[in-house]
C-alpha cells in the first residue's frame, strides 16, 4: 500500500493540495482576489455562510459584500489599498448575505505578489463570529443588568437607612407638635405657625415613606381592597387637588374582584401617578384612572407570576417620554421636572410598593402622545376578601389605666412615646435596650410592651421572644418603620408604623388591651 500511496501524493501538484484543502474548509470563506477586488475564486465555506455559489459571485466586485455605510466610506478601497502598503489588512464588522441579512465576521486580507515582487491579486479569508458577538453581547448586558441592579440595591440600602433615622426624627418632631398644641394658649397667629410646622414635618413623613418604599422596606398591610370603593373615596379629593384645568375620568370593569394591597400605599401610589400626569399637561387636559383584569397572555407580557390580577392604570395625553427618558423613568432621584417640583422618588415608590405586593408596574410612553402608568396587584383570594368583609369592627378604645413598659434605644423617640402615653393616662416605664426590658418585666407588673424593632443587640422580635417564654399572654406591640419583622418571629398583638400619632397609638393600645 505504502507504494501506492507515495505514488498518489508525487502525482498531486502544489496548486492541487492546495484546492483540495481549500475545497474541504466550509468554516471560514477563503477566495481570490485579482489586484482590483474581482473575485477570482470561490470555496464552499463561502457559499455556506454568504450565500452565493461561485457562478453567481466570481466575476464580481468583492464589495458587495459590504454595507451601503461601508461602501459610502470607501472601506472596501481602503483596505486592499492598507493590505497591499502594510502587507496585510485584519479587521471586525458587519458584511451581507446575498439575502440581505448581516452578520459580523472577522476578515484578513494578504497580498499575493510573484518572485518580482508585482501585486498579483489578494487571498481574503473570512469568518463568521456572529454568535460569538451576540454571546459576548448578551454577556455584557447581563453585567450591565448587574452592575444596575448593585447600584440600585446599594442606594436601596442607604436610603432606607436614611429613611429609619429620619423616621425617628420625625416621631418627635410630631408627636411633640401634637402634645404641645393641647397645652398652648389659643392664639391664631400661635396655631398658624404650629400649623405650618405640623403640615411641613408630615410632608416629611411622606417622603421618608417614597424613600423607604423605594428601598421594598416599608411596613406594609396587604388586605383585600376594592378598588372601586378606594377610587371612590379619593376622586373628589383628586379633583380638588389637580385644579380646574384637569379632567379625571374613571372607568372600571363591573365585578373586579378586590385586590390584595395595602389600601393607604395604593392611595399615595395613585395620588403620585394622577400627579405626574397633570404635570405631563400644563395646559391642562384629562386623565385617564381604569380598571381592569389582566388576561393570561398580559400577565406574560410583563413577567408576572402565574395567578390572577388586577391593573389599575393612570393615562394622560401629555408631553410622554422618549425611548431614552422612559428607561430611566423609575430610578430613583430620576426626574425631568424643574428643581424643587419634584424628588425624583414618586415612580419609584409605585415600582417598589407593587412589587413588594407581589406586583408590577408597568409604564408605556410616547413623545408627544402621551403616558400610561399601570399598576398590577394580584387578587384577593375569594376567602380571603369574605373574612375580611365579615370582620367585626375594632373593640373600642380601653379607658382603663395601664401600666405600660415604653422600649426605644432613640432617646427622642422615648420621650415622646413616654409623653403620649401618659397623656392619656398610663404609668409609664421606660427602657432603652432589651435586656433593660426584659429586667423591668420580671420586675414590675406590666400590663403592655411597646418596643421599637431596630435596636442593637436585642431587636423588637427577638425581645418579643425572650417575653413570650415566661409571659407568653402578655401584650406586646412593636414599633417600626421598617418591614423587617422576621416570619419567624413570633406574632406582635399589633405592629404600629412610624411616625405615628397619639391618636393611632391609643387606637393600638385599645386593640392590644381591650376594655
Known amino acids: 500500500m505504502e507504494p501506492v500511496l507515495d505514488k498518489f501524493q508525487v502525482a498531486l501538484s502544489d496548486e492541487g493540495r492546495y484546492r483540495l484543502l481549500i475545497e474541504a474548509v466550509t468554516d471560514y470563506a477563503i477566495y481570490m482576489l485579482d489586484p482590483t477586488g474581482i473575485v477570482a475564486s470561490w470555496n464552499p465555506g463561502a457559499e455556506r455562510f454568504k450565500g452565493y455559489t461561485a457562478d453567481e459571485i466570481v466575476g464580481q466586485h468583492f464589495s458587495r459584500f459590504y454595507t451601503e455605510e461601508d461602501k459610502a466610506a470607501e472601506l472596501p478601497a481602503r483596505a486592499l489599498q492598507l493590505a497591499s502598503e502594510e502587507g496585510s489588512f485584519r479587521a471586525e464588522g458587519w458584511r451581507v448575505r ?103 414635618a408630615q410632608r416629611g413623613a411622606t417622603l421618608t415613606q417614597r424613600m423607604l418604599a423605594f428601598a421594598r422596606r416599608q411596613t406594609l398591610t396587604p388586605v383585600p381592597v376594592r378598588l372601586t370603593d378606594l377610587m371612590d373615596g379619593m376622586t373628589e379629593f383628586l379633583r380638588r387637588s389637580m385644579g380646574p384645568g384637569v379632567e379625571i375620568e374613571t372607568r372600571f370593569t363591573v365585578g373586579l374582584p378586590p385586590v390584595l394591597a395595602d389600601a393607604n400605599q395604593v392611595e399615595l401610589a395613585l395620588m403620585n401617578l394622577v400627579t405626574n400626569a397633570r404635570d405631563a399637561m400644563p395646559d391642562g387636559g384629562k386623565i385617564l384612572i381604569e380598571a381592569r383584569e389582566l388576561s393570561s397572555e398580559a400577565q406574560k407580557e410583563h413577567g408576572l407570576s402565574p395567578g390572577h390580577y388586577v391593573g389599575l392604570a393612570v393615562s394622560d395625553k401629555g408631553e410622554g417620554m422618549d425611548a431614552q427618558t422612559l428607561a430611566r423613568a423609575i430610578e430613583p432621584f430620576f426626574t ?177 388591651v381591650p376594655q
Do not use: C
Not at 120 to 133: P, W
Not at 166 to 192: C, H, T, Y
Not at 442 to 471: S, W
Open 336 to 512: 425631568t421636572k424643574g428643581v424643587g417640583k419634584g424628588t425624583g422618588l414618586g415612580l419609584a415608590m409605585v415600582h417598589g410598593m407593587t412589587e413588594q405586593m407581589g406586583g408590577r408596574l408597568s409604564i408605556r410612553s410616547e413623545k408627544g402622545v402621551g403616558t400610561t402608568a399601570e399598576m398590577y396587584f394580584p387578587a384577593a383570594p375569594v376567602e380571603t376578601a369574605i373574612a375580611n368583609e365579615q370582620a367585626v369592627m375594632p373593640q373600642s378604645r380601653a379607658r382603663r389605666p395601664l401600666t405600660v413598659l415604653a422600649v426605644d434605644d432613640d432617646a427622642l423617640v422615648l420621650l415622646n412615646t413616654v409623653a403620649m402615653l401618659e397623656d392619656m393616662g398610663h404609668t409609664v416605664l421606660e427602657a432603652m435596650s432589651g435586656a433593660e426590658a426584659l429586667e423591668l418585666v420580671q420586675k414590675h407588673a406590666v400590663d403592655l410592651v411597646i418596643t421599637d424593632q431596630a435596636m442593637p443587640r436585642m431587636t423588637g422580635a427577638q425581645l418579643l421572644a425572650a417575653i413570650r417564654q415566661f409571659k407568653p399572654d402578655l401584650p406586646v406591640i412593636v414599633a417600626t418603620g421598617y418591614a423587617e419583622l422576621p416570619k419567624d418571629s413570633p406574632r406582635a398583638v399589633a405592629v404600629l408604623t412610624k411616625p405615628f400619632s397619639r391618636d393611632q397609638l391609643e387606637k393600638v393600645v385599645a386593640m392590644a
Open 98 to 200: 446575498k439575502d440581505g441579512t448581516r452578520f459580523w465576521a472577522s476578515v484578513v486580507i494578504d497580498p499575493i505578489r510573484d518572485s518580482a515582487g508585482i501585486l498579483q491579486g489578494f487571498a481574503k479569508v473570512t469568518r463568521d463570529l456572529t454568535e460569538r458577538r451576540q454571546a459576548e453581547e448578551a454577556l455584557e448586558k447581563t453585567r450591565a443588568t448587574l452592575l444596575q441592579s448593585q447600584k440600585v440595591e446599594s442606594i436601596g440600602q442607604l436610603t432606607g437607612g436614611i429613611a429609619h433615622d429620619f423616621n425617628n426624627l420625625l416621631m418627635a418632631v410630631l408627636g411633640s407638635l401634637e402634645l404641645l398644641s393641647k397645652r398652648l394658649p389659643d392664639d391664631p397667629q400661635i396655631k398658624r405657625l404650629l400649623n405650618n410646622a405640623v403640615q411641613g
